[in-house]
């Protein structure tokens, strides 16, 4: 049964001047981390991760998973959606990662893209998803982050990356400058099978208004989640299980600098799971 692991950190989003600080150190943490647990590692990092570096390393890693064993994919990095192509959505909206080339070529990686590398995996391989990003928010673009700014939502507005032709319209036929934000569901969530057993842990709730942070955290940038995710981890016992570890997290969060409320989303067994076996 082999153990295996993806880790996606994107600091950097040329052309959006919404760039953040913390992605690239999570993603590094959580190889380490994974790789003293007995995982094989392989990372895509900033210019590494672009959308089809993205999809080629998931496929790569689903594809060669067998039965028995157990994959664990994090990603760090801005959320975003975009207007749904065919029709599957309620609200009209596809939720997305954001590619390192969102903007200057790529675009983003929707949940049906996701979901099609997941939905030919073998039988009983298992996976593990973390997200530490937010998926809801406005249309309209965003003013350019501060450098010095302490914490910044993981939200890539609509209006920073797609071109206005592209934009959703509103009744006037004109862009939208608001609307009712998707769900909020990490487009991640899509690889999730509950008959398999997997699990995600996301950094925060679903809907509109709830955010993860990049934050600056003993003078050094993380994900909020990511960061509290690590410690509280590292002092769960042998044998703890997921719901454990979920429990230890939102001792740190919510807080009053992060007012997040990290989640867990699989089967009463799969939160039982021993962490990581």
Same mark, same amino acid.
């Given at each position: 049964?082999?153990?295996?692991?993806?880790?996606?950190?994107?600091?950097?989003?040329?052309g959006? %001047?919404?760039?953040?600080?913390?992605?690239?150190?999570?993603?590094?943490?959580?190889?380490?981390?994974?790789?003293a647990?007995?995982?094989?590692?392989?990372?895509?990092?900033?210019?590494?991760? $672009?959308k089809?570096?993205?999809?080629?390393?998931?496929?790569?890693?689903v %594809?060669?998973?067998?039965?028995? &064993?157990?994959?664990?994919?994090?990603?760090?990095?801005?959320?975003?959606?975009?207007?749904d192509?065919?029709? &599957?959505?309620?609200? %009209?909206?596809?939720?997305?990662?954001?590619?390192?080339?969102?903007?200057?070529?790529?675009?983003?990686?929707?949940d049906?893209?996701?979901?099609?590398?997941f939905? @030919?995996?073998?039988?009983?391989?298992r996976?593990?998803?973390?997200?530490?990003?937010?998926? @809801?928010? $406005?249309v309209?673009?965003?003013?350019?982050?501060?450098?010095?700014a302490?914490?910044?939502?993981?939200?890539m +507005?609509?209006?920073?990356?797609?071109?206005e032709?592209l934009?959703?319209?509103n009744?006037?036929?004109? +862009?939208?400058? $608001?609307?009712?934000? +998707?769900?909020? $569901? #990490?487009?991640l969530?899509a690889?999730h #099978?509950?008959?398999?057993?997997?699990?995600?842990?996301? %950094?925060?709730?679903?809907?509109?208004?709830?955010?993860?942070? &990049?934050?600056?955290?003993n003078?050094?940038?993380?994900?909020?989640f990511?960061?509290?995710?690590?410690?509280?981890?590292?002092?769960?016992?042998?044998?703890?299980?997921?719901a454990?570890?979920?429990?230890?997290?939102?001792?740190?969060?919510?807080?009053a600098?992060?007012?997040? @409320?990290?989640?867990?989303?699989?089967?009463?067994?799969?939160?039982?799971?021993?962490?990581f076996?």
């Amino acid at each position: 049964m082999a153990k295996k692991a993806l880790c996606i950190g994107i600091n950097n989003y040329p052309g959006t %001047g919404m760039d953040l600080q913390g992605c690239v150190n999570d993603a590094q943490d959580w190889a380490n981390e994974l790789a003293a647990r007995g995982f094989k590692v392989s990372t895509l990092l900033d210019e590494q991760a $672009t959308k089809a570096a993205l999809l080629k390393a998931m496929r790569e890693l689903v %594809g060669k998973g067998g039965k028995g &064993d157990t994959l664990v994919i994090t990603y760090s990095g801005h959320g975003t959606y975009q207007p749904d192509s065919d029709g &599957d959505e309620v609200d %009209g909206l596809d939720e997305a990662l954001c590619p390192y080339d969102l903007r200057t070529g790529g675009g983003a990686l929707s949940d049906d893209e996701i979901h099609a590398v997941f939905a @030919s995996r073998k039988s009983g391989l298992r996976v593990i998803l973390i997200s530490d990003s937010c998926h @809801s928010g $406005t249309v309209t673009r965003a003013a350019k982050a501060e450098k010095d700014a302490d914490s910044r939502p993981r939200f890539m +507005p609509v209006g920073n990356w797609l071109p206005e032709k592209l934009l959703p319209k509103n009744r006037a036929g004109k +862009p939208a400058a $608001t609307m009712v934000a +998707p769900a909020g $569901t #990490s487009p991640l969530l899509a690889a999730h #099978s509950r008959a398999l057993g997997d699990l995600l842990l996301a %950094g925060c709730k679903e809907g509109p208004n709830n955010f993860s942070y &990049d934050a600056r955290i003993n003078g050094r940038f993380n994900g909020a989640f990511t960061y509290y995710a690590l410690q509280a981890l590292r002092s769960q016992k042998a044998g703890a299980s997921y719901a454990d570890w979920h429990k230890a997290i939102v001792k740190y969060l919510p807080s009053a600098s992060y007012p997040q @409320s990290p989640q867990i989303v699989g089967t009463r067994t799969a939160r039982q799971g021993k962490i990581f076996e």
